[in-house]
């Protein structure tokens, strides 16, 4: 009994970070792609919110929650993880490995010639890591108008 909560365990604390496939995937790839390669979340069905379309995973363990955005055709527009922060150093040490590291906290992938931004915030007993499409940004760095 004890190997098998060890194994769960340590499943749990592996399940990626890796969604950086999941902006402009339609809402079935994505819920084949959940299924397949993170077993250990399960899609929360039973809650809905009529302004705003969206998927949600809760890991099993209740230390991680995934928030799948959706446009009103079922295309990804962006991703929230939000962990709690016994998870914190191995998600950082991900997140510097997939992707391109920039300002503290922020980090940036090409994918399909299309620019993501994922970016952290941490919170006193919980973090977020947000997948979204890169903004428009100045010669000065700051963000304009689109």
């Known amino acids: ?8 365990a340590i499943f749990f604390c592996m399940v990626s970070l890796k969604s950086q496939g999941f902006i402009g995937l339609h809402e079935r790839d ?4 959940m299924d397949w390669e993170h077993p ?3 899609l929360q069905s039973d809650i809905r919110n009529s302004s705003v379309r969206y ?3 809760l890991s099993k363990d209740n230390q991680e929650t995934w928030v799948i955005f959706l446009d009103a055709n079922g295309i990804c527009k962006g991703v929230r993880i939000t962990c709690a922060n016994n998870r914190y150093d191995s998600r950082i040490r991900e997140l510097n490995e997939l992707y391109q590291p920039g ?8 994918e399909k010639s299309e620019k993501i931004d994922v970016s952290l915030k ?4 919980f973090f977020t890591v947000t997948w979204e499409r890169a903004k ?4 000065s760095g700051n963000d304009r108008a689109a």
């Open 40 to 42: 250990g979340l399960v």
């Open 30 to 33: 994505i819920l084949q792609i």
């Open 1 to 8: 009994m004890k190997r098998i909560l060890l194994v769960t």
């Open 136 to 139: 428009k940004r100045g010669k």
């Open 122 to 125: 941490r919170d006193d007993y």
């Open 55 to 57: 998927l949600k995973y």
């Open 103 to 110: 300002e503290p906290n922020i980090w940036s992938y090409t």
